[in-house]
């Protein structure tokens, strides 16, 4: 039950960001906010301030914004409606609501690092048979701390500097007990399938892990820096990730998940601490923001493609011609939702314990 409402507070808090980003610059831009709901479904609260009716939902997968004469329909060119102002201002709106769902995600990963998190360090747990690691005399239990004169502290470092070596030795100096030994080590060649499901060339020496972590910490100007580049990898990643999905180069069962998969994360994270539930809250809120800025219509990208096809065709599309593809991409995004949906009870297992609970009941 603590589950359910940490992951009912992570939603609630990603998505009331976000619209408050699209309230914040209507306000400053003069444009008046009719609603602000968090939620959809029968109103459980709702009071109205000012021109604008503040309401929370049954349904919180999900929120909006209403503002005045954002629709040909009830537009009458009043200075405080949404379509008096320009493409520009208007895409500015628009873009708030993913800026600050990545404002948030940054200032998660900010407080990740001060706070810290688990690392693995690089202590050998396993020496493979066969491989290079294992003729030059590398024991489970062995620290390594040097790498080709580099001093190293975490297995991502190790496993990163391996990967791209293209010699066929690599110096290491290891930690055995309290001795020091340094060690010439083979590399072998090997074609691995990578995160984006791409195949890549690699070198490995033939160890694992053995799964000690330390925790890492950093000060509060260093962990704006390491916040930031979090941040770029995992927009960057997940834009290429996209990519070789539409291109069939990445299984979309495999890589996409929705609400059913996000609370066993979520899970998960409560029971690792306060770290991994901000880590999780971090990338949630940044996928947000990429998923929204995908120029598709109905999203938020869509919406400013289409200001920026205004914009260069000085008028806007028919409204006969937008009504056409703002259904056809709600109906794509409701098929995908049920399709993601479906996949997320396969993939957990929800589906076996549905058969099991039926199969013992007797009729």
Known sequence: MFSVLIFILILSVMILVHEFGH?????????????????????????????????????????????????REEYKGKDYEFLTHSPFERARVIFAGPFLNYALAFLCFWLVNIVGYPNLTTRVGEVMAGYPAEKSGILKGDLIINVDGKEIKYWQE????????????????IL??????????????EVVTNILGAKQR????????????????????????????????????????????LTGGLSVRESVTGPLGMFYVTSSAVSLG????????????????????LPFPVL???HIFFLFLEKLRGRHLTQRVEEMINQTAVTVLIGLAILVFLNDLSRFGIWDKIFEAVSKIKW
Not at 158 to 173: A, F, H
């Open 23 to 71: 309230f914040m610059q209507a306000r400053a831009l003069g444009i008046r906010v009719e609603k602000f709901s968090l939620g959809f479904g029968p109103k459980l609260f709702s009071f109205k301030r000012g021109f604008t009716e503040w309401s929370i939902c049954l349904f919180a997968f999900g929120g909006y914004v209403k503002l005045s004469g954002d629709n």
């Open 300 to 302: 938020d990208g869509g």
């Open 202 to 245: 690699v070198s490995r020496m033939g160890i694992r892990a053995l799964g000690e972590t330390v925790l890492v910490k950093h000060n509060i100007y260093e962990a704006l820096w390491f916040a930031g580049k979090r941040i770029w990898d995992l927009t960057a990643i997940t834009y290429m990730a996209i990519g070789r999905m």
């Open 274 to 293: 306060v770290s991994a539930v901000l880590h999780f809250m971090a990338i949630l809120s940044a996928s947000l923001a990429i998923f929204n800025l």
């Open 176 to 189: 055995r007990g309290k001795e020091k030994i340094s060690l010439s080590v083979g590399l072998r060649q």
């Open 158 to 173: 190790l496993q990163e500097i391996v990967y791209k070596k293209n010699t066929p030795k690599i110096d290491l100096t």
